[in-house]
């Protein structure tokens, strides 16, 4: 039973480009959620997503947009990178449908902003 | 107030003791909690959840919620160097949908 993968592991980028990164669930979960984790702090959530949509959203600027596909994976994606963005990116998958609020994390993207 | 609170250790304990995590939280935030452990490096792992007043206890984790103090906790018995690891506090928030960690507190167990 595959967990919650998360791509790529790592990512460098420069100020002002943009960065996408990508989520499989859970096999059987619905939702996708995705948390940013910077140095010493505790993830902060950014926003979920379930059928498709954006159901609740964190403060985050609308830099920071999401996609979930008809297969349940999810893609963050970050514009105009600020050095700020800098932090470990965290997907977690649950299942609404079960009404389960036990969220399972993946690894994580590491993105460094130069 | 903050809506979750840790402190942020490090907490240390030698090998074989109770090592006990605490929380406190605000109205801003739901009464269903949630354990995460995360080594350093890797993504939070889950250890239990509690959504009612009182004990609950999962090997050698007991969970503690007491909603009228605000205050929940972890508790370690026998903690093994393999412990050693930060402990987020997590509730739902108000929508029930999603987490509010805390900052973490950071276990070290002593060999």
């Known amino acids: 039973d595959a967990g919650v993968t998360q791509s790529p592991t790592h990512l460098i980028k420069t100020r002002g480009q943009q960065v996408t990164l990508r989520c499989s669930p859970k096999?059987?979960?619905?939702?996708v959620s995705w948390y940013q984790q910077a140095l010493g702090q505790g993830p902060q959530f950014i926003f979920q997503?379930?059928?498709?949509?954006?159901?609740q959203r964190g403060n985050f600027p609308d830099r920071f947009s999401g996609h979930q596909f008809p297969n349940y994976s999810s893609e963050l994606n970050v514009n105009a990178l600020l050095l700020g963005d800098s932090a470990l990116y965290l997907c977690?998958?649950?299942?609404?449908?079960?009404?389960?609020?036990?969220?399972?994390f993946g690894p994580g993207t590491r993105l460094t902003v130069t | 107030q903050k809506e979750v609170e840790q402190n942020s250790g490090p907490l240390s304990v030698p090998e074989g003791a109770i090592a006990s995590l605490n929380c406190t939280y605000s109205?801003?935030?739901?009464?269903?909690f949630f354990w995460y452990r995360q080594y350093s490096g890797k993504s939070p792992e889950l250890i239990m959840s509690?959504?009612?007043?009182g004990d609950k206890e999962d090997g050698r984790f007991t969970a503690q919620l007491n909603k009228a103090s605000q205050y929940v906790s972890l508790l370690i018995r026998d903690s093994q160097p393999s412990d050693s690891a930060t402990y987020l506090c997590?509730?739902?928030?108000?929508?029930?949908?999603?987490?509010?960690f805390g900052p973490g507190t950071r276990l070290s167990v002593l060999p």
């Open positions: 977690a998958s649950s299942s609404r449908l079960a009404r389960s609020y036990e969220q399972y």
């Open positions: 096999s059987g979960h619905d939702t």
């Open positions: 997503y379930y059928e498709e949509e954006e159901r």
């Open positions: 109205d801003r935030v739901s009464q269903s």
């Open positions: 509690i959504y009612s007043n």
């Open positions: 997590a509730p739902l928030d108000n929508y029930g949908q999603n987490f509010v």
